[in-house]
């Protein structure tokens, strides 16, 4: 299937590491000219060096004048931006109890505001093209969210709930808005943490039988294993494309059909 991105122009957002640079490298490889970003100086300078990801830009998007400067930055190097992924995001440990104020509000900073500031300064442009794409990087945790992390989980289910209504607002202009909301991911980061937890508790050291685990007491469902970023990659790659015009307004989870259970 070709996904007609030869002639597009992608900008990932937190694409300098983890699941956005695979992201980004994969809609390269796809034919797209993307454009990689970082919040720091050079930070997303190297994915070019290494890929066939043609730029990198940089801005602290957790502002107004960070995201301005990465948005001037992108267009001057490719001219015009026709997708945009709103991969940036982070979560904490927090708790319930334990999450103050200004935890809610850094947690809507990094995943809302981020996303809404980027979405702002991009569709204008968008509809003068006449076409564009939107998707936002979210997690089965903003329909199904667990006891912990609440500020995250809602701060992601605001992700999802402003796609659905950009969706509305961009509608008859060739834009779509969409929401990927993948399970748990296989980053450097969790298999590491997964590791400490089977030295902690005894298990075997190998990594099949430490995920059997893992889905068998947090993330059960029928595939029996949780995703790798490539899989993430091509479905944001997919729903980027010509071949995804009829899907919009909607919160796609790649989760294996996770089955959610009280303990």
Partial sequence: MKLELKNKVALVTGSHRGTGEIIAKRLADEGATVIAHGLKSNSADHVPDSSAVEYAVWGDILTDAGAEQAVEQALNKAGRID?????????????????????????????????????????????????GRIIQLGTIGSTQPNALRPHYYAA??????????????????????????????????????????????????????????????????????????????????????????FINGQNIRIDGGHIDIVH
């Avoid at 809610?104 to 702002?120: D, F, G, K, P, T």
């Avoid at 075997?204 to 970023?229: H, S, Y």
């Fill in 156 to 245: 992601k289910g605001a992700l999802a709930n402003i796609a659905v209504g950009l969706a509305k607002e961009v509608a008859n202009t060739g834009i779509t808005v969409n929401t990927i909301s993948p399970g748990y991911i296989k980053t450097p980061e969790v298999e590491a943490a997964f590791r400490a937890k089977a030295k902690r508790e005894g298990w075997d050291d190998d990594w099949e039988t430490i995920e059997a685990r893992i889905v068998a007491r947090r993330f059960p469902n029928p595939v029996g294993r949780i995703a790798t970023r490539e899989e993430v990659a091509d479905l944001v790659c997919f729903i980027a494309s010509a071949r995804a015009a």
């Fill in 83 to 131: 997708i945009l992924i709103n991969n940036y995001g982070t979560a904490d440990e927090k708790n319930w109890l334990t999450a103050d104020t200004d935890d809610w509000l850094h947690m809507y900073q990094v995943n809302v505001l981020s996303a809404a500031r980027m979405i702002r300064l991009l569709v204008p442009q968008m509809r003068e093209l006449g076409w």
